[in-house]
């Protein structure tokens, strides 16, 4: 289950995806993670897919990171005397709070805190950006708008506003329900849709109540404005690229994803790139070339995961579709130019003795022939500023913490292994070396990097480092994990 590449796969589970078999070919095929999208299915199938999950990492002893993603709060127009109805360019057309069918000139809006916020000029989208109004004038209960791109709009249609920040949590009421039984299931990864502010992440948190590690996406344009303060308060960040596509110019996505995988790295935080990657694997066995070069790209850009949405969930080839970004990524991460980039973007903002430590690990790698950084890690903290120095050799993040294990999965080139609690660095140096040449990571005569923090079991002491062998009078040692 040693996998061949560093960046981490993560994919949706839906329809295509829900059984046993399916499930454990997509993990062993590549996938790192598993995102249980809480738009889709009832929490008795939700629970369904984390109780096969659990079985699939006690069946092949490997921790797997699994990803809880709330709906957050979709903005829906209401629905209409036939259906739908044809908008047509330069046309007047209304929105309001009258909660009766619409009609060819006005649709109830469900949503009063638009009603507050938006202004005259500001543009109001349709179905994904389909079509686009723009509002002429606001009034209490109703938003005047001219149709600049019509077309035909149907019952419960999505709207987005992206000019606008609208006054709501990122939590509606279905989402704080959904958060609580995901928590309950003892899931890694929460991730918060639509986020706007830090207040939105705070939130969650609150309710979380330290069960499980909070990850932003970002799809409006006002969390991309925000992005810093958002990113101090969460664990990860997702750059959901589907909305975020529709509320901002499409030109101006890539550099966007460029700057905030940036960011993330520079803090030692996960970033996800996510939506529509391998998108015309739904249907066909084969990605588009601009696809796998979407894919490429995000990897060339050190992103920590890139992200299966449809293509796994609701597919015809889910595995396929697995196998080809596994294929994508061990190709992209065998390119020399590869290297070039990541080591030309490394941050060289370090401060403290952990980031030291790290960053000396790391250059040890580099400049010796170590096949391996084994880094010894209760919360994770080691592990993910190892993670941040993308070093060349691999990275075996050891830990007596499930969950801790499991979080890291979601982390570039964490390979995670449960350890027994471990008090003295000796025993530490005896577990690396074993898990080493247990995972391949490292033949006999061969040296590997610990890195571990003094006092064990203490978040954020990471204050020593050893260079070790791997031979059999330390594997055989009589001291024990």
Not at 66 to 75: E, M, R, V, Y
Not at 94 to 120: C, M, S, T, Y
Not at 436 to 463: C, E, L, R
Request: aromatic share 4%; hydrophobic share 40%; with cysteine.
């Amino acid at each position: 289950m040693r996998r061949l590449r560093n960046v981490k796969i993560v994919a949706t589970l839906g329809p295509a995806s829900e059984t046993y078999d399916t499930i454990r070919a997509l993990f062993e095929s590549g996938a790192d993670v598993f995102r249980l999208n809480m738009s889709h299915g009832s929490h008795a199938e939700i629970k369904s897919k984390h109780t096969i999950i659990r079985q699939i990492e006690k069946d092949l002893d490997r921790p797997i990171a699994i990803l809880a993603d709330l709906q957050g709060p979709k903005l829906r127009c209401g629905v209409f005397e036939n259906g739908s109805v044809d908008l047509q360019n330069d046309s007047n057309f209304l929105f309001d709070l009258i909660d009766k069918p619409g009609n060819q000139n006005r649709v109830f809006l469900p949503h009063k805190e638009i009603f507050n916020v938006i202004k005259a000029s500001d543009s109001i989208l349709v179905d994904d950006g389909k079509i686009r109004l723009k509002v002429k004038s606001v009034a209490k209960n109703q938003i005047k708008c001219i149709v600049e791109i019509g077309g035909r709009i149907s019952d419960k249609k999505g709207i987005n506003v992206p000019q606008t920040i609208i006054p709501t949590t990122a939590l509606s009421r279905k989402d704080k329900i959904d958060l609580e039984f995901a928590c309950n299931l003892g899931i890694d990864w929460l991730a918060l849709s639509f986020v706007q502010r830090a207040k939105d992440v705070n939130e969650a948190r609150k309710l979380a109540k330290g069960r499980t590690s909070i990850l932003s996406k970002i799809e409006k344009p006002s969390a991309v404005t925000d992005f810093n303060s958002i990113l101090e308060v969460s664990d990860g960040i997702m750059i959901a690229r589907g909305d975020l596509g529709v509320e901002m110019p499409v030109q101006a996505i890539p550099p966007i994803q460029k700057r905030l995988v940036m960011a993330c790295r520079h803090v030692a935080k996960p970033v996800i790139v996510a939506t529509q990657m391998l998108d015309s694997m739904v249907d066909s066995p084969m990605p588009t070339r601009a696809e796998v070069s979407d894919v490429a790209t995000a990897i060339y850009e050190g992103a920590d995961a890139v992200m299966l949405s449809a293509e796994s969930a609701a597919g015809n080839f889910p595995i396929d579709a697995v196998k080809t970004m596994d294929n994508i990524a061990i190709e992209i991460e065998n390119d020399p130019a590869y290297r070039e980039l990541i080591d030309s973007t490394r941050s060289g903002q370090r401060k403290t003795v952990a980031d030291a430590i790290t960053v000396a690990a790391r250059e040890i790698a580099e400049t010796t022939e170590v096949t391996a950084i084994c880094c010894f890690t209760h919360s994770g903290t080691t592990a993910s500023l190892v993670s941040r120095e993308r070093p060349r050799v691999p990275i075996i993040a050891l830990t007596p913490l499930i969950k801790t294990a499991r979080r890291l999965c979601l982390h570039w080139g964490a390979h995670c292994v449960i350890t027994g609690h471990v008090d003295r660095f000796k025993k530490a140096v005896i577990s690396a070396a074993r898990a080493a040449k247990k995972y391949n990571f490292a033949t006999i005569d061969k040296q590997i990097v610990v890195t571990a923090g003094v006092p064990f079991n203490k978040p954020g002491t990471t204050n020593i480092i050893r260079v070790s062998p791997v031979d059999e009078k330390l594997i055989f040692s009589g001291d024990h994990e």
